[in-house]
């Protein structure tokens, strides 16, 4: 069946590097568009970018010029890093998989990763 | 970017009552609207999508309307299962965007 599931560390530093992974089964990703949306304690939903099924990427331009987002299809992994990570970067980040017409809307969601930015 | 008004940010009501969620886009997205539901400690799972278009496994009790640029999730004869927190997303463009969430209580 299909699953999603991220992993990276629960604690990072301020200024340093976030680097997270999403190990997807059930579905290729050179079949389906895998996004990553996040969210703060008790707080909405943001969007952050995707990484298209032909291996092409966009993202947020909140977030653009700290954002990449990778993959390795051998592994079935899509790759999130963000850098100069600051307390408000504090949330759980999701990785999701697009509809199967690619219509932006989500279908099937991680469980979370819980990253807190302290030091 | 689009900005997705949802209301009201909480709401109460009685079991077996009807409710009634709204998300006002701030410009045509063209029904491309969908509706999430979120558990505590979960991640979202999608009801809707297409302004109205029930995801498979999701109850008949849940629907999806539009007028112009206002939508609405309405939840039928109100369960227990149901008090949880909602959240409407546009994906007609990119940045997709989400509403705030409305918080459903049972009373």
């Known amino acids: 069946q299909v699953q999603l599931k991220e992993s990276g560390p629960g604690l990072v530093q301020p200024s340093e590097t976030l680097s997270l992974t999403c190990t997807v089964s059930?579905?290729?990703?050179?079949?389906?568009?895998v996004h990553w949306v996040r969210q703060p304690p008790g707080k909405g939903l943001e969007w952050m970018g995707v990484?298209?099924?032909?291996?092409?990427?966009d993202y947020n331009s909140a977030l653009k010029s700290r954002l990449s987002i990778s993959r390795d299809t051998s592994k079935n992994q899509v790759f999130l890093k963000m850098n100069s990570l600051q307390s408000e970067d504090t949330t759980t980040y999701y990785c999701?998989?697009?509809?199967?017409?690619?219509?932006?809307?989500?279908?099937?969601w991680g469980q979370g990763v819980m990253v807190t930015v302290s030091s | 970017d689009i900005q997705m008004t949802q209301s009201p940010a909480s709401l109460s009501a009685s079991l077996g009552e009807t409710v009634t969620i709204e998300c006002l886009a701030s410009e045509d997205i063209y029904s491309n609207l969908a509706w999430y539901q979120q558990k505590p400690g979960k991640s979202p799972q999608l009801l809707i999508y297409?302004?109205?278009s029930l995801q498979d496994g999701v109850p008949s009790r849940f629907s999806g309307s539009e007028s112009g640029t206002q939508y609405s999730l309405e939840i039928n004869s109100l369960q227990s299962e149901d008090a949880v927190t909602y959240f409407c997303q546009q994906h007609h463009d990119y940045p997709l965007t989400f509403g705030s969430g409305t918080k459903l209580e049972i009373k």
């Open positions: 297409d302004a109205s």
């Open positions: 990484m298209w099924s032909g291996g092409s990427t």
């Open positions: 059930g579905f290729s990703l050179t079949s389906y568009n």
């Open positions: 999701a998989r697009d509809s199967p017409y690619h219509g932006g809307y989500f279908d099937y």
